[in-house]
């Protein structure tokens, strides 16, 4: 399964309803919020992967806790809030409430609310990657390409699909025109957590492009 075929099919849209139905957040800020998150904390997972211990922290968590069997039965995620905080305050470290900050401000949903609906959806994102893993069957020695190339096929895919339900979600939840260049705002969003050929991408996990240049 592709990341737009995660954010895009019947899992994005369960958990979409699930938080909706519990913070009383619009199903279309909840999509929007997935659609930029995911490829953020995979993006830092990236970075991290890059020193030998972490890629082995990771692929031991995603062995022992994250097999993929979330992405067929979202109805425990309410349970598992208190994992995904530990997960984002791991992943986003001393970030985390920039972060929290940046997406609450650009998504319109309060940041008392933020960081509780992200620590729902991290145990989903982790999930996918997992069950990404093991059908590629990748140790930790490989993690950091399985995960550049998660967001190098989600961005082949976006500009071969100019036109795409996603797309109008992120152009008015994110502001329209005000972040997307190409008038594909999903691809806009990967190109600056791939770089896109922005230097300042390079910093801080992406966190420079994504958030500050993007969302300017």
Do not use: C, W
């Amino acid at each position: 399964m592709s990341l737009i075929d995660l954010l895009t099919g019947n899992t994005g849209n369960q958990v979409a309803e699930q938080a909706e139905n519990k913070f009383g957040i619009s199903k279309n800020q909840i999509i929007a919020l997935l659609a930029v998150a995911t490829p953020l904390v995979i993006s830092y997972l990236r970075n991290k992967s890059q020193d030998a211990k972490e890629a082995e922290a990771l692929n031991n968590a995603l062995d022992k806790d994250h097999d993929g069997s979330i992405l067929d039965d979202t109805s425990n995620l309410e349970s598992r809030q208190n994992e995904g905080g530990s997960i984002l305050s791991h992943i986003f470290g001393n970030e985390k409430n920039t972060v929290e900050n940046q997406l609450s401000q650009n998504t319109g949903i309060s940041m008392d609310k933020i960081g509780p609906i992200l620590a729902m959806l991290a145990p989903v994102i982790m999930g996918y990657i997992g069950k990404e893993k093991q059908q590629n069957n990748v140790g930790a020695g490989g993690l950091g390409d399985l995960l550049g190339g998660i967001l190098g096929g989600a961005q082949s895919q976006a500009q071969a699909q100019q036109s795409n339900p996603l797309n109008d979600i992120l152009g008015s939840v994110l502001g329209g025109g005000q972040s997307q260049v190409s008038g594909n705002p999903l691809n806009d969003i990967l190109g600056s957590v791939l770089g896109g050929g922005q230097q300042q991408n390079q910093q801080s996990g992406g966190l420079g492009g994504l958030l500050g240049g993007l969302f300017k």
